[in-house]
């Protein structure tokens, strides 16, 4: 399939248009990061880049089919899950990877613009929410295997043990000027894990 037939932010290059594609969306993300979503201009994008105009709106059509794509690079270039064998830890090392990205001059600026942008445009919201499911789905088996083990009881909602780790960390980066660092993801880690223990993330299983 011509990959400049696919629907924009859906696209995956490979050879010589690959090296288009990782300019582009690094010129993005350095746009968002700079002036937030509302100032994202493709023909911006496209000078940063170094690359045509015309491919940068044949490609992706929008600024938000743009960043779609650069969500979705985001989500499946991040590091994979880590396994210890302690679900303790592995929170930990989810909660030590999130805090390391907000705390990131450009990419917390860009999260924060992504953010911003998802509360008032549908088609970003949806990016965001791909976004969050890839990495959910790909930290959700830590969970599984805790259970498992026994660590957590046996019906423990691995999405919202996931979910919980991060949440305090972003409440943070969007409500406070204090800065993120190891302290807050231990303690974040810790929390998750002690409601996981204590069965607050048990999936409710009554019938109607």
């Known amino acids: 399939?011509?990959?400049?037939?696919?629907?924009p932010g859906t696209l995956r290059p490979g050879g010589r248009t690959a090296r288009v594609r990782a300019a582009v969306l690094s010129a993005a993300g350095d746009a968002l990061a700079e002036?937030?979503?509302a100032r994202l201009d493709l023909a911006d994008v496209a000078r940063r880049a170094e690359v045509g105009k015309t491919t940068v709106y044949r490609r992706w059509g929008t600024v938000t089919g743009l960043v779609a794509d650069l969500l979705e690079d985001m989500a499946e270039q991040s590091l994979p899950r880590t396994e210890t064998g302690s679900l303790l830890e592995d929170l930990k090392a989810n909660a030590d990877l999130v805090c390391r990205t907000l705390a990131d001059p450009r990419q917390g600026a860009m999260f924060k613009a992504v953010l911003a942008a998802a509360t008032c445009d549908t088609k970003t919201a949806q990016a965001l929410h791909r976004f969050y499911e890839i990495r959910v789905r790909e930290w959700a088996p830590c969970v599984q295997?805790?259970?498992?083990?026994?660590?957590?009881?046996?019906?423990?909602?691995?999405?919202?043990?996931?979910?919980?780790?991060?949440?305090?960390?972003?409440?943070?980066?969007?409500?406070?000027?204090?800065?993120?660092?190891?302290?807050?993801?231990?303690?974040?880690?810790?929390?998750?894990?002690?409601?996981?223990?204590?069965?607050?993330?048990?999936?409710?299983?009554r019938t109607g």
């Open 145 to 205: 295997q805790a259970a498992e083990r026994g660590e957590v009881p046996e019906k423990t909602d691995p999405h919202a043990v996931i979910r919980a780790v991060s949440a305090p960390l972003y409440y943070q980066l969007l409500t406070t000027h204090l800065p993120l660092d190891e302290a807050d993801a231990q303690r974040a880690a810790q929390a998750a894990f002690t409601a996981a223990r204590a069965g607050v993330y048990v999936r409710d299983v």
């Open 1 to 7: 399939m011509d990959s400049e037939s696919a629907d």
């Open 35 to 37: 002036g937030g979503f």
